[in-house]
């Protein structure tokens, strides 16, 4: 009976979901092409570090587009799969969603939960924050930030505010969030080297309204830690990747989330 009751909760969900999906032409395409790899890489018995470094790579020179979600507050929030393309905290969710998923009902329900607290698809319920990935009890990974390091810093900071009645995102509140990061001249060879691929780094803001300024995710090329990323500079404008302790040149430091979920 309870099994019963479990699948109909699910065949409701994947209904609700499946009727607020925005699929941006071609990315059907995208979504059956990395399956078909994926179930490729996994008959090659494909190691997980494998498996992530060849769905991230599928994924470079995707053009970078900051404006594929709702924008505003007051316009019906929808659960938009745009494969074609993506910002930095956009690429990272359809990552995450794929490592889940052998299928597209599996990715609509896995992004759903991922991009919203509850999968609940408003604007308000939104993870806007990448700090909001570690928020429980629904965190999708774990910080390991201080973990990594004894240099990590704790910071407290109120995320949206960016002047005294101004937010950086209208219509949310203002959040009180304690932030660990690990300053950049404490990045040294030692500490990447603990880093694994899949681990997903955020690049600190100084900022007090902003947890962190950048996202991307960790890719290890033997003793080079390459930082795969959406990026949104006027020279690149695309995924690309760049050696972490490069692209931290000049930057205050990073925060460090592992994945919960294995691939």
Not at 5 to 12: N, P, S, W
Not at 79 to 102: G, H, P, Q
Not at 178 to 205: C, E, W
Request: glycine share 4%; aromatic share 10%; charged share 20%.
């Amino acid at each position: 009976m309870l099994r019963l009751a479990t699948a109909a909760f699910i065949l409701l969900l994947a209904n609700f979901v499946k009727a607020e999906v925005v699929l941006a032409s071609g990315s059907y395409n995208i979504l059956t092409e990395v399956f078909n790899k994926q179930t490729e890489m996994q008959l090659h018995n494909a190691s997980q570090a494998e498996k992530i470094d060849a769905l991230t790579q599928y994924f470079l020179a995707t053009p970078y587009n900051k404006q594929t979600l709702n924008m505003s507050p007051l316009l019906a929030e929808e659960l938009v799969i745009n494969l074609k393309e993506m910002d930095c905290m956009t690429f990272i969710e359809y990552i995450e969603a794929f490592k889940r998923s052998k299928n597209y009902e599996q990715f609509v329900l896995n992004l759903t939960n991922i991009r919203y607290i509850n999968q609940n698809i408003t604007f308000k319920h939104r993870r806007h924050f990448f700090s909001d990935w570690a928020q429980e009890p629904e965190a999708i990974v774990a910080d390991i930030t201080s973990e990594i390091s004894s240099h990590a810093v704790k910071v407290n900071k109120q995320l949206n505010l960016k002047y005294h009645d101004q937010r950086y995102i209208s219509g949310l509140p203002i959040k009180n969030r304690s932030i660990n990061y690990i300053p950049a001249k404490y990045v040294d060879d030692d500490l990447l080297l603990r880093l694994k691929t899949g681990d997903y780094i955020g690049i600190y803001s100084g900022n007090n309204g902003l947890d962190v300024s950048h996202v991307g995710v960790v890719i290890r090329k033997g003793k080079k830690t390459i930082f795969r990323n959406a990026s949104s500079l006027r020279r690149n404008f695309q995924v690309i990747d760049i050696e972490l302790n490069i692209y931290l040149k000049g930057k205050a430091g990073i925060v460090i989330f592992r994945p919960k979920s294995d691939y």
